[in-house]
């Protein structure tokens, strides 16, 4: 807060409430004089962002400080925020948006200018992407500039271009409208299917002056954000009418029903059902994935044969091949009951029998009562099918998880890193890669709610060190980050950041020496093939170049000493794991759509 003299004078244009509120003489000259003999208590629009992101709770900023932001940063911190700096904002907006994924309360990207807001953009799309509620607050050049296109620092209409990319965007020109500002974006990044909001904050906004009890009677704090949303009796009705016609029924638990924390109801839900049920990527742990009617190692069965499917927060998308073709049954032989708070996600694909729109522990609160009583469980022949296949499935892998080879396979090494989970389960694991990636998912069980983050609805990579970051912030628990050596390469220079803040961060590289495979050649023979790296490279080298902890290895025992060894330390680490760079394969699990030339020309001479 300023406090001023009563005759402080400020500059005509960084002046809104502060005209009146200290009661101004007429303005001579672009100078606001206020009137002689009072005290006058003052404050800007930085102290008001501030205030107004406390006043409702949010009390992290992840973010990179430059123009016009750098002060916001700084008093964000001294007013007793968590102000989290990075080395590039895609990092920093990638951890807002998982920080609002864990917390259900939006995640604040800071960034500057053009450049700065351009870089942050792109989480604040993929925050969007995989409903996570995030605010991207940008600092933007002056807007009379601006509009007129006449070369302003950074100049770019920010506003323009963040709208087509996010939930919601907002811009504040007036100090005192930073308050509602504040809220709108707010409420419009929780409620409903949560997503990102861009906050435009032009510069000459952070230094315009209004007296502070105006300016504190301006803030908002909001009121039930994410309001909750009741479903419709009548579709709760047809949605229990549809459940009881199934034989061979499966519930498919998406990473909406894990952000909805509503993870009693949906336990009792499956154990009282007695349905078997499929957890998308980031929902597995929502019930332990060694639960008996998890039907996760019977997933290519369940999906084909399933007569009637409840799906929970999850989307019938790319990642379920849409509701139709090979992975399903026939067209028309299956049944789908959708809970969604998004009334558009209901016949996205195809047709949904059972539209269930509201908030997932309302609509499941519902559907419990109605199971309650006169509730027959699944016919066995179709649960002891699930577990007939499980059971041969799992006993495939688990020769393959416990080789203690060198070099490592991809199994091999997840082999080890599967137990220390276990026996770990309350850290989070970030995941990203191809291989590393497709495996790992399918290898590590998970034990907890919201334990697992990884690539979600894009597939993205470069997420790895903003999530590992804001994970650790936000919880508190040790995080293990399981990286591609491609994967990691978008946000290595994070390990900085990960050293600065000196977060209980374990990163483990798969190092096969490129993307999908270290084998490729250029036909050539010019150049390296484009999807390998320097070989056996030493990943390890960066995080102790900054004062972390380095291991290499070459062994699952190595490994797996190594990992426990850093958790138990808790100090940021790195390790190196070489991996045989033949064992992956091209795209991982998802080499279908890579389309591939059938009319491949020779190398020329
Ligand atoms: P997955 O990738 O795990 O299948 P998706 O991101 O595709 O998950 O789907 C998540 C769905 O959950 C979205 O359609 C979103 O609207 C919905 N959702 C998110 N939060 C809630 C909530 N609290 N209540 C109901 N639906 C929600
Ligand atoms: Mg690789």
Excluded at 297 to 311: C, F, G, N
Excluded at 347 to 369: Q, R
Excluded at 558 to 581: F, K, W, Y
């Amino acid at each position: 807060m300023l406090k001023e003299a009563a005759r402080a004078e400020v500059r005509q244009g960084e002046t809104t409430g502060a005209e009146d509120a200290l009661k101004a003489k007429p303005r001579d000259a672009g100078i606001v004089v206020a009137e002689a003999g009072a005290e006058q208590e003052l404050t800007d629009g930085f102290h008001l962002v501030i205030d107004a992101l406390k006043l409702n709770g949010i009390d992290t900023i992840y973010g990179v400080p430059g123009i016009p932001v750098t002060d916001l940063g700084r008093l964000a911190q001294a007013e007793g925020m968590r102000v989290i700096s990075f080395r590039h904002e895609q990092h920093a907006g990638n951890a807002a948006a998982i920080a609002g994924y864990l917390t259900k309360k939006p995640g604040i990207c800071l960034t500057v200018s053009a450049p700065g807001f351009l870089n942050g953009l792109t989480a604040l799309a993929n925050a969007t992407t995989n409903c996570f509620p995030m605010i991207q607050i940008s600092g933007s050049s002056e807007r009379e500039i601006v509009d007129l296109q006449q070369g302003d620092y950074e100049e770019m209409d920010q506003l323009a271009i963040a709208k087509p990319l996010c939930k919601a965007a907002f811009r504040v020109l007036h100090a005192a409208d930073i308050g509602i500002g504040v809220a709108r974006a707010i409420r419009a990044a929780v409620s409903g299917r949560p997503g990102g909001v861009y906050l435009d904050l032009p510069a000459k906004l952070f230094s315009q002056v209004m007296d502070a009890k105006a300016g504190a009677k301006s803030l908002v704090k909001v009121i039930d954000p994410a309001p909750a949303v009741l479903p419709a009796p009548a579709a709760v009705e047809r949605a229990l009418d549809v459940l009881k016609s199934a034989k061979r029924p499966l519930i498919i638990l998406g990473k909406g029903a894990a952000y909805a924390q509503a993870d009693s109801e949906i336990r009792a839900l499956v154990e009282q059902s007695g349905i078997p049920y499929l957890p998308m990527s980031m929902a597995k742990g929502l019930l332990p994935d060694t639960h008996p009617q998890s039907a996760s190692a019977a997933r290519s069965m369940v999906l084909k044969e399933a007569d009637v499917v409840m799906l929970i927060g999850a989307r019938l998308n790319w990642l379920l091949s849409h509701g139709k073709g090979k992975t399903w049954g026939e067209p028309g032989t299956q049944k789908f009951i959708q809970i969604d708070i998004e009334p558009k996600e209901m016949d996205s694909n195809i047709e949904i029998a059972a539209p269930l729109v509201g908030d997932i522990g309302s609509c499941v609160s519902a559907l419990l009562k109605g199971i309650d009583g006169n509730w027959s469980v699944p016919p066995v022949e179709w649960t002891s099918a699930i577990n007939a296949r499980k059971e041969a499935n799992l006993a495939k892998m688990a020769s393959k998880l416990l080789k203690n080879s060198s070099p490592m396979d991809f199994h091999s090494a997840l082999g080890a890193l599967r137990t220390v989970i276990k026996e770990r389960p309350d850290a989070i694991l970030v995941n990203e890669g191809a291989n590393t990636l497709d495996l790992a998912r399918g290898v590590i069980d998970m034990y907890q709610p919201r334990k697992r983050l990884d690539v979600g609805t894009w597939g993205v990579m470069g997420i790895g060190m903003g999530f590992a970051v804001a994970a650790a912030v936000e919880t508190g628990k040790p995080v293990l980050a399981i990286e591609g050596d491609s994967a990691f390469g978008f946000s290595g220079m994070e390990v900085e950041t990960i050293c600065r803040y000196n977060l209980p961060i374990c990163i483990v590289v798969f190092n096969n020496n490129g993307i999908y495979r270290g084998t490729d050649t250029d036909p050539t023979g010019r150049d390296p093939g484009t999807t390998v790296f320097v070989k056996d490279s030493r990943y390890d080298k960066m995080m102790e170049a900054f004062g972390g902890v380095g291991v290499h290895v070459a062994t699952p025992d190595e490994l797996s000493r190594a990992v426990n060894e850093a958790m138990d330390s808790g100090r940021p680490t790195l390790i190196n794991a070489a991996i045989d760079p033949a064992a992956g394969s091209e795209s991982g699990n998802i080499g279908n759509l890579n389309p591939q030339s059938v009319v491949r020309k020779k190398a020329a001479a």
